[in-house]
């Protein structure tokens, strides 16, 4: 027989969890729409942040009384704190993902023969996609070294962003006319940015919830010791 | 289906016990009723503070007050602290159901149950022929016999070892009703043990203690058996001096004016009346009893 | 671990009621003037092993204990050692307030009157102190001729705690002190625990996690006779090292 404190603590859970698909799929669609244009799409994506920020809201409410009314030990306790933090960043990605699908929508617009468009644009929104995924994975099935192994990827997409930022400030002198449609690349590459670092956060949070320790800030070498 | 032997059962029970209940009832007010009704009309303050005269058919039961009051008392100093020491012991000190225990606890059931006339005979055996020949031969001059014959001490000893199970089932019930947090709570303190019974246990027993001091004196006072050998007189013109005095007592009186008088009818009264006066006096001790413990244990609790 | 600092320590102890183990070599240090409290499920040995500190189990018929228990370095079991020289150096508070039917005064004067100072100047001035270090000075300073069963079940726990105090322990036992107080006496006698703790070394058993965690430095995990886990109380509520306590403290036992 399950406590109803368990049932309890399974039903915010899967809230929590079931909130980080949800902002996966806008991740998704919002990576598809930024490189095909597609439109529909990437309105579907600024659509779906209300029910996000609700979501957020909700589960806000629900950590906040959960911690009150149970007072969590152990493990427990650090589903709930580390999940405070993992909602909020969450919902920071799922508002990245609504000012890539805009960007979409106006790139759309101006550029309407992609121009703007490098590989490395692709290349970055699919590293961080990917890490984010990953990083969602990890949380789901509660793995440490799925975890570590998001970590690692963070500055290749930091590089890749640099990489963006020389290329575009070259194509603009060259191209003046184009500036606002680069502009945007630009402006993207950074969203994709915060996105993989948002999703480095996530799995920041799984090591803490996994093991009790504070990893944060790049303390990625011997984390034991920041128990 | 309520089959007819339980309906029966269901009526017969009920009346059979409240019949019961009805007859001891009934038996107590119809004893105290013919007591009551036959001794008040000879009860006086002549009849109370006089010796008896006329072949007890006359005069009053003075001398068997005060024989009765005396034996009480020095059966009381003698069994209350004996008693109480060893439920003490029983309570307190001895290994919870060892052997040793198991011995003493049943000594005392069996003494409980031996017949009160088996005291009397042996009163006269242990403590006449025994120890006061002994006495007699150390501390009596040659030829006399001081100890070596019935007197008041000899039968309020005997009483006192009659009266000692019920001072120590009582005592012993009121060591084990004081809470053990509280022997916890003194030792905890850095009591020992003695200094835990003296300042907690006994204190916190005192009602129970009491108690038993009452019930056994009110249980000896009726008794006769255990006094007939001992040191009871028939008659004696003058109120005990001395432990080595015989002594007039209430409940003997009865049983002499009853079985060895010669004017039957002409002591009829006064038989009544000196019942009336024994019945009166245990039940007061008993009123006596509740009344303490009652006071005793609201100090304990407002203080 | 550092067992110069401790005040009071288990080394392997033993402890059986009959031939049941109660404890299973138990080797606990608790550090001076820390609060450690003893958490686990009923029937796993806290409170037992708590009773061994001041050698309260040996009156318990059938008990036999074999290990050390030092305080100070000293072997309080040893042979030159009395047990009532021991429990006045280690005071108790029990889980029911057990005043003596007696004023408030005589309560808080016995355990001075059993070392021998009679003298009512001398009683008064300790009486005062020990109520006032168990604040309860304020709400008795009137009535200390009173019973000290008139109190109320809080401050009947105050009284007890105020009584230890008297002897100037420097161990204090607590044995559940406020299982059956309501919340407000809970908190008064939580923010006693954290006063004293500046000049006794405390040790409390509770059955109240919450409480476990708000009052102590260190907390050990009992299970069936078995101390579990011992450490920093801020660690062991979040980051437990043993499956067994994990379970316990997140209510997922059995």
Known sequence: ?227 | MLTLKKKILGVAVPGLSGAAAFFSVASVFIILGIIFIGGIGNISWEFVSQAPREGMTEGGIFPAIVGTFWRVLLMSLVGVPIGTITAIWMCEYAPQNSPITRIVRFAVNTLAGIPAIVFGLFGLGFFIQFCGVEMDKMFAPEGVIQWAQPNILWASLTMSILTLPVVIVSVEEAIRNVPQELREGSYALGATRLETVLRVVLPNAVTGILTGAILAVSRGAGEVAPILFTGAAYFLPHLPEGLTDQFMDLGYHIYIMTTQSADVDGTKGVLFATTLVLLTLTFALNLAAITLRYHLRKRMIQA | MNNESAKIETRDLNLFYGTTQALKSVSLSVQEREVTALIGPSGCGKSTWLRCLNRMNEMIPGVSINGGVLLDGVDIYGKSVDAVEVRKRIGMIFQKSNPFPQSIFENIAYGMRLQGINKHADLHVIVERSLRRAALWDEVKDVLKKSALALSGGQQQRLCIARALAVEPSVLLMDEPASALDPLSTSKIEDLICELKESCTIVIVTHNMQQAARVSDKTAFFFEGELIEFGATDILFTAPTKRKTEDYITGRFG
Request: with cysteine; glycine share 2%; aromatic share 6%.
């Open chain 1, 1 to 227: 027989m399950e406590s109803y404190l368990e049932t309890r603590y399974e039903t915010i859970k899967s809230s929590v969890h079931g909130m980080a698909d949800k902002v996966v799929e806008a991740v998704l669609a919002a990576e598809k729409s930024f490189e095909t244009r597609d439109v529909v799409a990437a309105q579907g994506v600024v659509d779906s942040d209300v029910v996000i920020n609700e979501t957020e809201r909700r589960l806000d409410k629900e950590l906040f009384a959960f911690e009150a009314l149970t007072a969590p030990h152990a493990s427990d306790l650090r589903f709930i704190v580390a999940s405070v933090r993992i909602v909020k960043d969450l919902e920071r990605i799922g508002d990245h993902a609504v000012n890539i699908a805009e960007m979409a929508i106006r790139a759309n617009e101006i550029d309407s023969d992609k121009k703007s468009i490098t590989p490395l644009t692709a290349q970055i929104a699919k590293a961080a996609t990917s890490m984010f995924t990953q990083a969602v994975a990890a949380f789901h099935n509660n793995d440490y070294d799925a975890a570590m192994a998001v970590l690692v990827l963070d500055s290749h997409v930091d590089a890749l962003c640099i990489q963006i930022e020389k290329e575009i400030i070259a194509k603009v002198s060259g191209a003046p006319e184009a500036a606002e449609a680069l502009l945007i690349t630009l402006l993207a590459g950074r969203e994709w940015e915060r996105i993989a670092d948002l999703a480095t956060n996530i799995a920041e949070e799984i090591v803490f919830i996994l093991k009790s320790w504070d990893i944060k800030h790049n303390h990625y070498e011997n984390p034991e010791e920041f128990a």
